[in-house]
């Protein structure tokens, strides 16, 4: 032990060997407190503290498995086996199988996607004969989101006059409604969604005092890894469970805190010593990861924010070369340039694929860069876009196994009743959820007797749905003395999928069949895994639990070397030598969906920090002077990120005059902070239009990815604000920021700003092209 601890510096060391109580470490990026928390698990269990009794939350699966297997090295395999380790969703999904009767769901309760959700929100949607127009399912859903987050139950929300009058204002009075009909649908067919696995649990520890006693008892040590964001239903939990023994560490950078919009709250961080006794803190100032040229300009860039904790980040690793910076005609130009530096710096400096990251903030920036790599035959790995288990087939093959385990699952049985065709119709599914409803049972359960229910179908009907049933019931007893791939491979047979598929020769048909194999070997391997962890099974439920979870990045074995290609978001906490940010543009980086307020725009900001410290040796950034977006081609112009970075920093590989300035509208005092002495002059005003990227806003693949805003706004969206009628004294609805009242308006055409003071939020300015407000 006493060689791993001498590798760290004094700074680490100190959190390192607190065995006891709360402490926090406050640290930039490549400062170690990854680091720090791992060996800080090994030394803990090298004082005799039992592994049972350690809980570590990462923020990503991968991170946990990488965790374990350090701190195996060092402590041995038998005792890290024993280590709670894995993304909040992993670990309480893992609680609640335990614990789950205690609140009304049964121990194989489903995990529904949010595919699965946003289908039965779509179908509730249309029972209710709602418009789908107003009542986006996509967007309902992410509205449910942020209750759940913020542990607004359905009760609570009915006892809330203002969230219901909130709702009715953006024309969706009865959200409440569907809010209620959806967690009632996911009660009845034991099913929780991702929200749900922090909710409930939350639910069971407020509610047994006897079981969190039980946990509190059980993880007496307790870490949290980029806890910056974690939202507030995580939040709680760790409140709760730590709240015995306050032995907590959690470390963070309130500078890399990038989801706020999806309900991650940085005041976790900042009022961590006021939650906690005696909190100790700690700072690492050290950074191993960079070279000087890019742990300064990340500085430089985090410093034009206000809203921050002071932090010293210096290096003693060489200065590196500049950043490079460069432009291009159109974003295929910029793909080209991106894979012929790859190509060459590999030639030049023999070095792996996988030594190189493409980092971009929206994930449609990925094709052009995947076309021109192709082009010239380099490998490459995109997380998070459509991860193999949201792919069709697959889902069917996964639909199946999930309706073995838990045959009340709605949304696996709708996906697969009439799949491939069996005759069994939308009428008839319609009766049987309405009946389902009627009785307060499944839809499953319903089928089951199916004879003694009058819903006028025909004795053909009948049959089709009795053998259905009689089908997933032989499936259940073949569950019960095979391994999950035995079944598996027998589902894919006898449902008839494969036969189905056969019948498309296309490559793409031959493509779908591949992946069901493929997801057989994944099983089979998933078995294999677990008799060499502790002789278990590999029951089927825990394969349907580890897929549930998944991400993208959890499934890289990192045995092909390839280069990553992912939005920033999900590249938090990752480090390659050579990272290209592309797109640094405005309008996209920032996006121009942050530009109302300076909040949102310094999260940007802070995701710009994200981006450039992941490059250990050289980072570079592209942009293209026009592209394609939304089927247009469209001018942009460089990002201001990348003139907040000092000059000395840079080395611009195309020349610069023509085209490199800030747009005039952040010339406003909600952006005071821009030096604007650094605007250059007589340079033809922006006509271009707004572009909004909200659809194409990152969703990295893991848990907090369902995290979903509160209100999107369409593409196109933009500029309908009536400012024409605006006076001071209006209540508006803002899409984002709800009620407020119109303090002021200044300025003119295209740069008017209103001041008005929102009911939550306070005060802020928004320019009226942006904003979209109504007037109530
Ligand atoms: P991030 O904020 O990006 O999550 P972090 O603070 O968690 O970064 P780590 O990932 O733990 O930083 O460390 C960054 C890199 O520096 C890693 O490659 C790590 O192995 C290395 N490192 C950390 N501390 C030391 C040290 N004392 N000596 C040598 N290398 C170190
Ligand atoms: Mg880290």
Redesign the pocket.
């Known amino acids: 032990m006493h060689k791993y601890i001498s590798?760290?510096?004094d700074a680490?060391q100190a959190p390192t060997l607190q065995k006891d109580g709360p402490m926090i470490i406050i640290?930039?990026?490549?400062?170690?407190?990854?680091?720090?928390l791992t060996i800080r698990i090994a030394y803990l269990m090298s004082l005799g503290v039992d592994a049972f009794n350690i809980l570590a939350l990462t923020f990503t699966n991968k991170a946990a498995k990488e965790m374990k297997k350090r701190i195996a090295d060092i402590v041995g395999n038998s005792e890290a086996k024993n280590l709670w380790m894995g993304t909040f969703h992993s670990i309480f999904a893992k609680i609640l199988r335990f614990e789950a009767d205690k609140i009304g769901f049964p121990s194989n309760f489903s995990i529904y996607d949010s595919q699965d959700s946003v289908r039965l929100i779509s179908s509730i949607i249309k029972e209710m004969q709602l418009d789908r127009d107003v009542y986006k399912p996509k967007q309902v859903l992410g509205r449910i989101s942020s209750y759940k987050n913020s542990l607004i139950t359905v009760k609570a929300y009915f006892n809330n006059p203002e969230l219901q009058e909130a709702d009715a204002m953006s024309k969706k009075p009865r959200l409440g409604e569907i809010y209620q009909q959806y967690v009632d649908r996911c009660f009845k067919a034991g099913a929780m969604d991702f929200d749900d696995l922090l909710l409930r649990t939350n639910e069971l520890l407020n509610l047994f005092p006897d079981v969190l006693a039980k946990y509190q008892d059980r993880f007496r040590y307790i870490m949290v890894?980029?806890y910056q964001d974690t939202n507030h239903s995580q939040y709680l939990i760790v409140r709760a469970l730590s709240d015995k023994f306050q032995n907590i560490c959690v470390?963070g950078?309130d500078a890399?805190s990038i989801y706020a919009f999806r309900g991650a709250n940085i005041n976790n961080i900042l009022n961590f010593q006021k939650d906690y006794d005696g909190v100790q803190m700690y700072r690492?100032e050290q950074n191993?990861?960079s070279t000087k040229n890019i742990v300064e300009a990340a500085n430089a860039i985090i410093d034009k924010n206000k809203v921050k904790l002071d932090k010293v980040v210096w290096t003693a690793n060489d200065d590196g070369p500049p950043i490079r910076v460069h432009r291009s005609l159109t974003d295929g130009e910029e793909g080209r340039f991106v894979a012929s530096t790859i190509f060459e710096q590999k030639m030049q400096n023999q070095l792996k694929n996988g030594s190189f990251a493409i980092l971009y903030r929206t994930n449609a920036q990925s094709r052009a860069m995947e076309d021109a790599l192709r082009k010239r035959d380099i490998p490459y790995r995109i997380y998070g876009g459509l991860s193999f288990y949201q792919r069709k087939e697959i889902k069917d093959v996964l639909g199946y196994l999930r309706l073995v385990i838990n045959p009340k699952d709605e949304e696996a049985l709708m996906r697969v009743i009439n799949y491939p065709a069996r005759g069994i119709g939308d009428s008839t599914l319609e009766k049987l959820t309405v009946a389902a409803n009627h009785y307060g049972r499944s839809v499953f359960e319903v089928m089951e007797h199916i004879d003694k229910i009058d819903l006028k179908l025909n004795s053909g009907t009948k049959a089709k749905l009795h053998d259905f049933v009689t089908m997933i019931k032989s499936f259940q007893i073949i569950n019960e003395n095979h391994d999950a791939f035995y079944l598996s491979e027998h589902v894919a047979k006898k449902t008839g999928l494969i036969q189905e598929l056969k019948k498309d020769a296309t490559p793409e048909g031959i493509a779908r069949i591949e992946n069901i194999e493929e997801l057989l070997n994944g099983i089979r391997d998933f078995i294999e895994g677990q008799r060499e962890v502790d002789g278990a099974r590999g029951a089927l439920s825990e394969f349907l639990e580890d897929v549930a979870l998944a991400t993208d990045l959890d499934k890289d074995t990192g045995d092909d070397d390839r280069v990553a290609l992912m939005t920033i978001h999900l590249a938090?906490?990752l480090?390659f030598p050579y990272v290209f940010i592309v797109g640094m543009e405005e309008d996209l980086f920032p996006s121009a969906m942050s530009l109302n307020t300076r909040s949102e725009l310094e999260e940007e900001r802070r995701l710009f920090y994200v981006a450039l410290?992941?490059a250990e040796h050289q980072a570079y950034l592209t942009y293209a002077q026009s592209r394609y977006r939304w089927g247009k081609l469209v001018d942009s112009e460089p990002s201001r990120f990348i003139e907040e970075i000092t000059d000395k920093f840079l080395d611009y590989l195309t020349p610069t005059e023509t085209n490199y300035r800030y747009k005039p509208m952040i010339d406003t005092d909600i952006f005071g902070d821009v030096d604007k002495s650094k605007f250059r002059q007589n340079k033809p005003v922006s006509t271009t239009p707004p572009k909004w990227v909200t659809d194409n806003d990152p969703k990295p693949n893991m848990d907090i990815r369902r995290l979903k805003p509160m209100a999107t706004k369409a593409p196109g969206s933009a500029a309908s604000a009536p400012d024409s009628k605006l006076a001071p004294g209006n209540v508006v609805m803002h899409e984002r920021f709800g009620k407020g009242k119109v303090l002021n308006l200044e300025g003119v055409g295209a740069d008017k700003k209103a001041e008005i003071h929102f009911e939550v939020g306070g005060i802020k300015k928004l320019l009226l092209r942006f904003a979209k407000l109504d007037i109530l």
């Open positions: 590798q760290l510096n680490q640290a930039g990026a490549g400062s170690g407190k990854t680091r720090v890894d980029e470390v950078d890399q690492l191993y990861r938090k906490g480090e410290t992941r």
